[in-house]
């Protein structure tokens, strides 16, 4: 059981938008800034976004971030087959004193 | 190149220990706070430890308080993870990780290293 909670699976068509949730509390994602981790098949993860809505340079905009309260988003816009990964977003927990992720979202594109 | 390479994975008996190291290039070393990341395949990834740049802030997952330690040598910009009294639900693939972006936005990760902890 993560103490973020994200759906387990997203799917969407080429082309399409669609939005990844992440869902803390006011000793996470309340307090802290969320940051958003795309892992692709076999491969190590990679930084997506940080600070909630920031990219690092070499993400397309089409990713983007937001965060409201205890809870934070990831939108994907005009899909693409190569966005198909799993998707975590992360942020750190002042009560446990550690960072912690979602359980992760698998987007598939259709 | 910006690169971390993870090494001393391996196969352990429960009760046993293993040190991993993870060897950094390319960047300023000593700038970043480094974390160790695991993730079993097939599963989500879980937050092991971080340590701050000059090595004197660390803080662990309560899973493994006791039993890791991180530490770092900004000389040979090597990051180390001893691990001790090892248990079979550690085994899992284990990442470094930099973070550049502030201390948790980790920008720079090694490809994993595996650990199996079984008799």
């Known amino acids: 059981q993560s103490v973020l909670t994200q759906p387990p699976s997203a799917s969407g068509t080429p082309g399409q938008r669609v939005t990844i949730s992440c869902s803390g509390s006011?000793?996470?994602?309340?307090?802290?800034?969320v940051n958003w981790y795309q892992q692709l098949p076999g491969t190590a993860p990679k930084l997506l976004i940080y600070s909630n809505n920031q990219r690092p340079s070499g993400v397309p905009d089409r990713f983007s971030g937001s965060k409201s309260g205890t809870s934070a988003s990831l939108a994907i816009s005009g899909l693409q087959s190569e966005d198909e990964a799993d998707y975590y977003c992360a942020s750190w927990d002042a009560s446990l004193s550690a960072l912690v992720f979602g359980g992760g979202t698998k987007l598939t594109v259709l | 190149e910006v690169q971390l390479v993870e090494s001393g994975g391996g196969l352990v008996q429960p009760g046993g220990s293993l040190r991993l190291s993870c060897a950094a290039s390319g960047f300023t070393f000593r700038s970043y706070w480094m974390h160790w990341v695991r993730q079993v395949p097939g599963k989500g990834l879980v937050w092991v430890s971080r340590l701050n740049g000059d090595g004197s802030s660390t803080s662990y997952a309560d899973s493994v308080k006791g039993r890791f330690t991180v530490s770092r040598d900004n000389v040979e910009n090597t990051l180390h993870l001893q691990m001790n009294s090892l248990r079979a639900e550690d085994t899992a693939v284990y990442y470094c990780a930099g973070a550049s972006w502030g201390r948790n936005a980790m920008d720079v990760w090694g490809q994993g290293t595996t650990v199996t902890v079984s008799s």
């Open positions: 006011s000793s996470n994602i309340g307090t802290n800034t």
